[in-house]
């Protein structure tokens, strides 16, 4: 009995090393997404019409998931803008699925989609273009 389970503990730590690895991946990921959720929902928030904060971000979900590292197989961003009213909320919504094709360099076959959500107030006070109305002087 001994001798088996000498053998067998190597593959045992082994195993519970690649369990571990596989969900530090996920939770990582996780983290970073949320972060970048945020991180568009505030560049979304700086923007004065709804088709610039969509732009914005998109761009920013982009980067912030690629410079942190984290490569999706697929990214979806949606940006609920409400009009750009002073006083709203732009709410930013991050679906990536991950690949752990390359978790250990074991080939492990599975992919995991998520998602996060940031809510950021458009400020009360903030400037608003006012036109001139019939044409000025």
Partial sequence: MAVEVTLAAPFLVMLLVFVAVLIHRGVDA?????????QAARAASIQRTSAAATAAAQA???????????SCSSLAVD????????????????????DFGDALLLGVPGQKSLSAT?????DTWRAVTVSTVGGGS
Wanted: hydrophobic fraction near 45%; aromatic fraction near 0%; proline fraction near 4%.
């Fill in 60 to 70: 920013t979900a982009s980067a912030a998931l690629s410079s942190a590292g984290v």
């Fill in 118 to 122: 940031a809510i950021e107030p458009i």
């Fill in 79 to 98: 940006a609920a803008t409400g009009g750009m009213q002073p006083g709203g909320t732009v709410s930013v919504t991050l679906t990536c699925t991950v």
């Fill in 30 to 38: 996780r983290l970073r997404l949320d972060d970048a959720a945020h």
